[in-house]
Nanobody
Framework: VQLQASGGGSVEAGDSLSLSCVAS????????MGWFRQAPGKEREFVAA????????TYDDSVKGRFAISKDTYKNTVYLQMNNLEPKDTAVYYC???????????????????WGQGTLVTVSS
C-alpha cells in the first residue's frame, strides 16, 4: 500500500487548509487512517484518526474543534480539514494506515504500518 499526501502550504493564522491522502488500493475493512505531524525539533505526534469501516474518529485535544478528519471510500482518500490554524500547527503532516488497531492504540505511531511522504504546513502569525 502506498499513501500519497498533499495539500500543504503556507498560510496565516486563522486560515484554513485541507490535506488529502490517497491510498494506492482500497484500504482493508479493519484499516485505520491517521494523520500525524512533526514540528521542527520535536517528535512526531498524533493529530487525528478515522476507522475506514464505520468512520468513527479520534482527535488530539490540541486540534479538537478546529480540525476534521473524513474519508471518501470511493476515492480511497482521507482528508484533514484544518480550520483556524495557529502557528503551533506548523509541521510536516503525515498520513498513515494501520490495520486492526484497537481504540487505545490509535494515537501510537508505532502501530501504523504504512506512511505517506509528508506535506509541509507553515502557519505564520
Amino acid at each position: 500500500v502506498q499513501l500519497q499526501a498533499s495539500g500543504g502550504g503556507s498560510v496565516e493564522a486563522g486560515d484554513s487548509l485541507s490535506l488529502s491522502c490517497v491510498a494506492s488500493g482500497r484500504p482493508a475493512v479493519n484499516a485505520v487512517m491517521g494523520w500525524f505531524r512533526q514540528a521542527p525539533g520535536k517528535e512526531r505526534e498524533f493529530v487525528a484518526a478515522i476507522k475506514w469501516s464505520g468512520g468513527s474518529s479520534t482527535y488530539d485535544d490540541s486540534v479538537k474543534g478546529r480540525f476534521a478528519i473524513s474519508k471518501d471510500t470511493y476515492k480511497n482518500t482521507v482528508y484533514l480539514q484544518m480550520n483556524n490554524l495557529e502557528p503551533k500547527d506548523t509541521a510536516v503532516y503525515y498520513c498513515a494506515m494501520g490495520l486492526g488497531l484497537i481504540t487505545s492504540s490509535l494515537r501510537s505511531d508505532s502501530r501504523y504500518s504504512y506512511w505517506g511522504q509528508g506535506t509541509l504546513v507553515t502557519v505564520s502569525s
